[in-house]
């Protein structure tokens, strides 16, 4: 027992030993921070704007960083102009001067003293893509090929159709943190129309959808890579006529995918083209092929991937899905004015037809012959 207990009394003796030497330690590291922090903010207060020593001098210096000194000196020239009772707007032209020095000196994509690998995702770009209840199964494919196009795009539950659009849009989009929107409205189950708007203050363009062809309907050979990022194509009107301008700034806005976005990859192999042909635009997506040949490095080529589709353009808004109207295109035609006037066509042919026959009947019942002489010559024989 006294063998056991003497034991004891040695390992308590030890630790408390190495508890001791522990804390002396930790006091020492926490007094050789104290006066390294104490000389940093020494050497902190000491700095005043004079020239640098020879040896200085002489070491490189980054350009960012001699620009980044120079706007701390001028932020410090300003605070003293402050001080010395200058009027407040002198102060203020001080500050801005040294935020714009400060904004050059750090350009996008890398921070004074190191580099960043990549970069920064500035475009917050997000585009919501949904439909409204009664959309067909090429309509609904469709929606589907472009939201594989756009992978700043999102998804949302089909709208339904008695919902006012200026009021319900816009709160989806802002739940879903979205500043674009396309939205598909099916009517009647035959026709398909197309909103693309700016939210939450507009504008907003309507679009009448015709010749919808999916991918899985074209079967092309063309194959990108998914979520990649495209060159949007636009033709030489859109900087000519002042409603496809409107519209170019628009599809920029929602069919771009952002830099650095974190569902992007890093790769342009696609070319999304909008022409202006025929009063509407023709949107096609193609892959591109790039050129391997030093002897033509231009010579590239383009296989249609899909989808494609025509938009006939009806009426652009000043608002969120309506409001005022900036442009209307006047040589628009319904398709229930075009169903309407198809029908009449077709009765108006039945009606020709059938007076033409009724003018036949009565030619031939106004028609006398004259009688022949020698019709019965031989009826007694």
Known sequence: MSRSRSRGQEVERLHESHTRAVSRQCSENRGVMGKRKMKAVAE???????????????????????????????????????????????????EGEAAAAAAE??????????????????????????????????????????????????????????????????????????NNCIYFEARKKADLYMWVGKLPHGPTAKFQVENVHTMSELKMAGNGLKGSRPILNFDSKFDEIPQLQLLKEMFIQTFGTPRAHPKSKPFVDRVMSFVWLDNR?????????????????????????????????????????????????????????????????????????????????????????????VEDTFRDA
């Open 44 to 94: 902190a207060s000491d700095i005043v704007d004079v020239e640098e020593p020879a040896a200085a001098a002489a070491a490189p210096v980054h350009p960012r960083v001699a620009r980044a000194n120079e706007q701390i000196s001028r932020s410090r020239s300003a605070k003293r102009l402050r001080k010395d009772g200058d009027t407040e707007e002198g102060a203020a032209e001080e």
């Open 105 to 178: 000196a750090e350009p996008e994509g890398e921070v004074i003293g190191r580099k960043v690998a990549s970069p920064r995702w500035v475009n917050r770009q997000r585009t919501l893509v949904f439909s409204s209840r009664g959309v067909s199964y090429r309509s609904r494919h469709l929606i589907t090929d472009l939201r594989a196009l756009m992978p700043h795009s999102k998804k949302d539950a089909k709208m339904d159709r008695k919902d006012k659009l200026h009021e319900t849009i816009p709160e989806i989009c802002e739940m879903k943190n979205c």
């Open 281 to 373: 635009i023709w949107f096609r997506n193609y892959q591109a092929v790039w050129s391997d040949d030093p002897k033509n490095p231009d010579d590239h080529e383009l296989s249609e991937i899909g989808p494609r589709m025509v938009l006939n353009p009806i009426r652009i808004f000043a608002g969120t899905f309506g409001g005022p109207t900036l442009w209307e295109n006047e040589l628009y035609i319904s398709p229930n004015d075009a169903r309407r006037a198809m029908k009449v066509a077709a009765a108006q042919k039945f009606r020709d037809r059938q007076s033409a026959m009724k003018r036949t009947e009565d030619r031939k019942a106004r028609m006398v012959y004259d009688k022949d002489e």
